[in-house]
């Protein structure tokens, strides 16, 4: 008899409050950075994002949801990287932009929130 296993993409994985709030406060940095990206380089409305941009939150929203590691590390020191190699680029890309963005426009507790959280 065969036996049956489920994709991975289907698996849903249990988690405590604080592992789900890291995964929450990540997809709220990724979506805050890559629209303030997308403002920038697609001329899209202030709080909006282009199509290509909106398919890479989803993505990363998907990757976040379905993390293997429970409590969830930062992505940036997680020992297998989850996103492909594209995504990633264009990740760094949109984080680097963002950062110096939020610098010299003085919003600082977003970098805070970003990297000491």
């Not at 890291?22 to 303030?36: A, G, H, M, P, Q």
């Not at 949109?94 to 000491?116: E, P, T």
Request: aromatic share 10%.
């Amino acid at each position: 008899m065969a036996s049956y296993t489920v994709p991975k993409n289907r698996l849903r994985v249990r988690r405590g409050k604080k592992s789900q709030a890291v995964i929450d406060r990540d997809i709220e940095i990724l979506e805050k950075f890559t629209s303030v990206y997308c403002n920038h380089h697609h001329r899209t409305d202030a709080g909006k994002v282009c199509h290509g941009c909106a398919e890479l939150i989803r993505y990363g929203k998907n990757r976040l949801e379905h993390c293997p590691y429970d409590p969830k590390p930062a992505c940036k020191k997680c020992p297998t990287h989850c996103y492909e190699a594209e995504q990633r680029a264009k990740v760094r890309e949109i984080m680097k932009f963002s950062g110096i963005h939020f610098v010299k426009r003085g919003r600082i507790d977003w970098l805070i929130k970003y990297f000491l959280t």
